[in-house]
């Protein structure tokens, strides 16, 4: 007869480990803020129209999500990138926003998901900044910018995220500075927006 304690830590690995190969798996992990006067620290409701967001983001390259407000987008891209960048080799993720500001809360999101996983799916945390989370073990980095005329220049990136992306003064310039990288290493790029 098995031991249950035993029986129980194997079916958690293996729970773990879906989670570090399957998104929506994964999202079963993660918990957000909903800032006052929400609940405070929830776990990720998976509405209908995020299922969809998942599936289209497994399959697709190219993808221009055009959304109302308050829908789930943010948290859900930025649990994208920390999964892309946690569990992936040498992945480089570039989360643009219309400013400084907007970027650092971008990227918030991304360290807040990652502070709350359990610890069997955090990975090591190399250098952590206002608008870079790098993970050496993969070596991988998530990376938040402005919308600038030089942002992403000189960055090979896999998984490029605009977010906000009709409020970007810059937006042609990134687009065309990143594009051309992410055609040479099959990466994706993501340009959400409020309609």
């Known amino acids: 007869m098995l031991d249950p304690v035993l029986l129980e830590r194997a079916l958690q690995e293996v729970d773990y480990e879906l989670a570090r190969r399957e998104f929506r798996h994964f999202l079963k992990f993660v918990k957000i803020l909903e800032p006052p006067p929400g609940k405070g620290i929830i776990a990720f409701e998976m509405w209908p129209h995020l299922a969809e967001v998942c599936e289209v ?12 407000r308050q829908i789930g987008a943010s948290w859900i891209m930025a649990a994208w990138a920390l999964m892309q960048a946690q569990f992936k080799q040498g992945a480089r993720v570039l989360m643009f926003s219309q400013g400084e500001e907007e970027a650092k809360v971008l990227l918030g999101k991304v360290k807040l998901i990652h502070s709350l996983l359990p610890e069997a799916l955090q990975s090591r945390v190399g250098r952590d900044t206002q608008q870079e989370l ?10 938040a910018l402005p919308s600038t005329e030089k942002a992403g220049r000189g960055e090979t990136a896999t998984l490029v995220v605009f977010d906000e992306a009709d409020r970007h003064e810059y937006l042609e310039t990134a687009y065309n500075s990143v594009k051309p990288t992410l055609d040479d290493v099959g990466g994706q790029m993501v340009l959400i927006s409020t309609v």
């Open 134 to 143: 790098e993970f050496p073990d993969t070596m991988s980095y998530v990376k």
């Open 57 to 68: 983001l497994a399959k697709e390259r190219l993808i221009v999500w055009a959304k109302s």
